[in-house]
């Protein structure tokens, strides 16, 4: 994939040109066909801002090959990148290739301004970060794991039993804790008046709180309605309106890059989803 | 727990002295008193590395309500810090309140010399970060999930049939899964040789390898023993030695720092191992 050594990258930090820092470099996402998933997260940061990108299996003729080349068992990287282990997986220019969602996230936040500028706050990043890996974790991670409690590998309907238990745990404890926990966020100081999860702008944390609060609502409608009705979490429900208008977010999500939820981590089966 | 506002913060980037940056602030560590868990990985990053740091729930008089403070429902942040979710929390100087163990990672790896300097690599820090949260993912959430399958807030004993079920497919799918993961990072050239997981030099991401290793070793004594005699992943194997005979590794190894497993994300429970 990347034919230079390490001693010719050329990424580097500091005051630079666009160029000098590889952001001109084109974006590739790698990532399944035809499901948002993890992928959605990366997707989100480039629409959000107006960021051109190339999503590989979803518009090029590569497809889903281009997933299967990286993940493959016989893939031990290059010289530059380690192998990933699953998608998404994010190529810059020729040399660079990242996996892991969080990860990729902080890498494009700074160069998508979706992070506060670390000239005036070294540290905002790392809230940034912080946020969203809490936020996959219980509200992306978690609801996966309601479908398949058991075995990754094997089908739903092998562990169905297991999952109606996991689900009313999901719906009963997990899920409030964690909107409880975003209201938290967005009632204190830190937040910068409760609009945004960190610093009064937008970051890619409120990109993934919306889009883990849209996969949620889509799994469980009855039970995020009823928590919604509640009045308990507002701000993230009103954070979650506020990104699903943002101009350049709302022409995506009205256009056909945005995919539908289907068999990926947010699924529907009416048997896991209540009122209480 | 700040008193400072935002526009106060002294963290800054670039060339500057310790002090200017705030390395030589104080480190606290902010977790459960008397278990590793994944406190563990910020005490190795500190014990390995030599830097002071107090863990201030086994340390001080503070004890436990340190960390029942911090992640209380009624705990909003201050106006630099959002509040955490769960610890670890890392407190550096009066000001910076960090958690998430990745996040927290990388925040001192650059302080701490545990990740490629940047001037020279400024990607490798993003190399580092995803293999961290693979092996985090894999070989610590994985294996708490195996005992825990159902509700994380009920007892083993009441969700152990399902927990049975999740152990198979560990040790049968997800374990050899991940550790050929790694062993393959160990083959690829990004490894610079196949001592360490990233550039040739010791990076925080090989100490938290060696520290979910372990801790499947203590949790699954006998598949680990099976896996490790196979010799398909000798480079793994060979990379848990090469961190456990670190002079500052070993000594704290053999300290009364180092924690003794117990009811924490690694257990011991003989009916969830086997060799296959």
Redesign the interface.
Known sequence: MASST?SS?R????AETASETGDSLPYKLIYWPSIPGRGEHIRLAFEATGTPYIDVANKTDAGVNAVMAQIS?K???????????APPILQHGDD?L???T??IL??LGPKLGLVPD??????GL??V???T??ALD?LS?EPH?VHH??????YYEE?KE?AL??AA?YRA??LPK?L??FE??L??????GGEW???GKLTYADLVLFQTVDGVSYAFPKRVGKLKSSGKYDKVFALYERVKALDKVKSYLESDRRLKYSMGIYRHYPELDAED
Chains 1, 2 share one sequence.
């Open positions: 390490r990258k990424q580097k930090t500091g068992d893939n031990i990287g290059d010289d530059n990148n380690p192998p990933p282990l660079i990242l996996s892991q969080p990860n902080a890498y670390v000239a005036e706050d070294s540290v790392y809230h970060n912080a946020l890996l809490t219980g991670n794991d409690p058991i075995a990754s590998s094997a562990q297991e238990k996991k745990d404890v997990r964690f409880g926990y938290r966020v009632s204190g100081p830190a937040s910068g999860l960190y610093g």
